[in-house]
């Protein structure tokens, strides 16, 4: 946190498992764990169904003041100065509307009170807790871009718009206080470039100077925090497919055609490793995440004898596929054809 002398506390639910926890621990934070406050007027599973959660900010009344930043921002200056500034203080999205994700806020149980009994009321203009909180606090303090910059290049943006942004993202000294990482992160990235560049709605928050930026960093951490970063097998096989969507649609940018060094990508702490055979039904309605799943063992003689006709089938035409398709066959491991196999003889026979 660029030299904060302040308390880190993170407000963290259930979901986060001990593991990760102690990860969070390692790293210095204070850990508050939260219940989560649901959006009413979000759809199930939406990404903003749960980002009311914000709220319970104004319930650490262990604190007479809290600077807040969204999970995805990379502190690059010490911000602590913010702490002179009064509730709300946040950079501007535009004339009259605050961003929510640097703000400094004043812990209140009344205050929260008056967020909750509005829930069901108000109408947030983009859907989630910003558009919420405006329309609470009308009146804010603005504080300048630099304490919030967005990775973002604007589709207005001219050439010196967009060298000016670059120029910001990896200076160093650090120009910026707080680089605030929109689209892909990058640490679900690949550390080789940008994982946004493969993706065609979100080529606008692209930048490998700033995707370096945040792997700077990252290696500037203990090394015992580095494996809290690893990827999921799910994660790997979801850029393997954005990059394949990307060569097959030529993207201009040519990112899609760097051979990835990341170790990461070969690195599994996982039971199941076979990220590759996802890709197989990736997309499809019924796929399943067989990320944590152990590898079945094959059944008894008995099943298979049972469901041998299907079988037949499901060999034929998986057989057929891999002599066909000779990029398939290039990439594909013996080991992952057998683990399909054994897949199918579980769902599809009864033993």
Known sequence: ???????LVILVDETISDYHRGGLEAAGWKIHTIQRIRN???????????????FRLWQLTDYDKIIFIDADMLILRNIDLLFEMPEITAIGNNATLFNSGVMVVEPSNCTFQLLMDHINEIESYNGGDQGYLNEIFTWWHR??????FLKHFWEGDEKEKKQMKTHLFGADPPILYVLHYLGNKPWICFRDYDCNWNVDILQEFASDVAHKTWWKVHDAMPENLHKYCLLRSKQKAALEWDRRQAEKANYTDGHWKIKIKDKRLKTCFEDFCFWESMLWHWGEKNWTDNATSVAPSPPPPVAITACLSNLCDWLFFHNYNLLVDDTELNELKIELWIQQLYQHIRVNCCY
Do not use: F, Q, V
């Open 143 to 148: 504080i300048p871009k630099h304490m919030n």
């Open 40 to 54: 009413p007027k979000a759809e199930k599973d939406a990404y903003n169904e749960w980002n009311y959660s914000k």
């Open 1 to 7: 946190m660029a030299g904060s002398t302040r308390d």
